[in-house]
Structures are given as C-alpha cells and as structure tokens.
C-alpha cells in the first residue's frame, strides 16, 4: 500500500500521560500536514511540514503539542499533558510541492482521553 | 477555527435519486476539494477543482467550483447504499505560505433501499 500511513490507529490514555503519533506520508510527497477532527466537525488544520521544515502552526497548536519531521520523510506530533479536550482524530495529510494542490489522508489516529 | 458553511447538514434519500449539496465561504478559495469520510476512517479525496467555473466529473460525481470563488456544489446522481458517509468540502487560499486546507461542517448522507 502506498498512501498515508498512521500509527497508532487509537489510543487511549489518562490524563497528564504524554502520547505520540507517527505519520509515514507518501513517498515522494515533500509536503505533510497534520489535522485534529472532533466529533461532528471538519478537519481543522494544526500545522504542516516541506521536507523538515516546520512553516506553519495553527493558534490550535499549544505548547503542549510539538511536531517533528527530522529527516523530510515521516512525522511525529506528540501532546504532552494530555487533557481530555485533546480527545480526537488526529489526521495526516501529504502532498507534492508543484504538483496538483490536493491532500491524501491517512486513516487518522483517534485519541481519547480519559 | 474557521469552517466553511455546509448544507444540507445531513439528508436521508433513496437509492436511485440524486443528491446536492453545496459549501458556501465568505472568503475566496483558488482551489476546492471534496471529501467523503467513512466512521472511523479519514477522508478520501472525490474531486478536484482548480478554476472558476470549473465544472468536473468523477463517475457519478460532479462537482463545480462556483464564479465568485467562495462556493461550490457536488451532485451525487442514482445513489446507491455505499454513498453512505459524510461528505466534506474543502477549501484552500493558497496565500503565501499558507497552504492549510479549510473544511466544511459536512453532510451527512444516508440512503435507504
């Protein structure tokens, strides 16, 4: 299989634990994004990568969540603290620069905390 | 964060009729996508458009970026039971270095036999 991959697919957790979610985004795909889903809502966007580089972060990104991408290839977002308003599905997106301006998902991590 | 308007917000049809539903923003988009979401799953990509006016098609799909750029419109035609899902549109500004998608509220659709 080719597409977006996540890893977890759920995770549950108490409160004040930290979690980490990995993405393997398609393979020539330099661009990846990550999106949380609450129940009954679109996708809301939280940040995205080109390559290694971090270029943006959305104002619903705390300081509690941190995302990397170390070698332009997967990515890991990890909350720390975790509350219980940060259960969600957590979505990762990829394209390529240049190319067609549109988002493969993958199947999402949902994350529920209690 | 912002979503953009969807309607209907969800719709019980039968097999065989034709749906539509549209998004609606008060900002510009230069490209909108449409999404179905399964329980559980992300979303899938069903079509692209990348200019106004664009009207495209994917199957029984067809979807239309609307003239003033912050509409558009999908058609689902003689639905069948695996339409079931939710169904997202997405829009992107594509201003600078922004490069986030912005998405609907979703419709919901469920077909009965």
């Known amino acids: 299989d080719t597409g977006v991959s996540q890893d977890p697919r759920h995770k549950i957790t108490k409160r004040g634990q930290n979690v980490t979610f990995r993405c393997d985004p398609i393979?020539?795909?330099?661009?990846l994004y990550w999106y949380r889903q609450t129940l009954g809502q679109g996708p809301e966007f939280l940040t995205y990568?080109?390559?290694?580089?971090?270029?943006?972060k959305s104002r619903l990104l705390s300081d509690r969540f941190s995302a990397e991408r170390p070698k332009g290839s997967f990515s890991t977002l990890e909350i720390q603290r975790t509350e219980q308003g940060d259960s969600a599905m957590y979505l990762c997106a990829s394209r390529m620069t240049g190319g067609a301006e549109t988002q493969y998902f993958g199947p999402g991590t949902r994350l529920l905390v209690l | 964060g912002q979503q953009l308007n969807q309607s209907p917000q969800s719709m019980f049809i039968q097999e065989g009729e034709d749906v539509s539903m549209n998004c609606t923003s008060s900002?510009?988009?230069?490209?909108w996508l449409w999404y179905k979401q399964d329980p559980g799953e992300g979303p899938v990509l069903l079509i692209a458009?990348?200019?106004?006016?664009e009207l495209t098609s994917n199957g029984r799909l067809t979807a239309q970026f609307g003239i003033t750029r912050k509409d558009s419109f999908l058609n689902i035609s003689a639905s069948i039971p695996s339409d079931v899902g939710i169904y997202f549109c997405a829009g992107l500004a594509n201003t600078g270095t922004a490069s986030k998608l912005t998405f609907g509220t979703g419709t919901r659709l469920q077909v009965t036999l």
């Open positions: 393979s020539e795909h330099n661009r």
């Open positions: 458009l990348y200019k106004a006016g």
């Open positions: 990568f080109q390559n290694e580089a971090q270029l943006e």
């Open positions: 900002s510009i988009f230069n490209t």
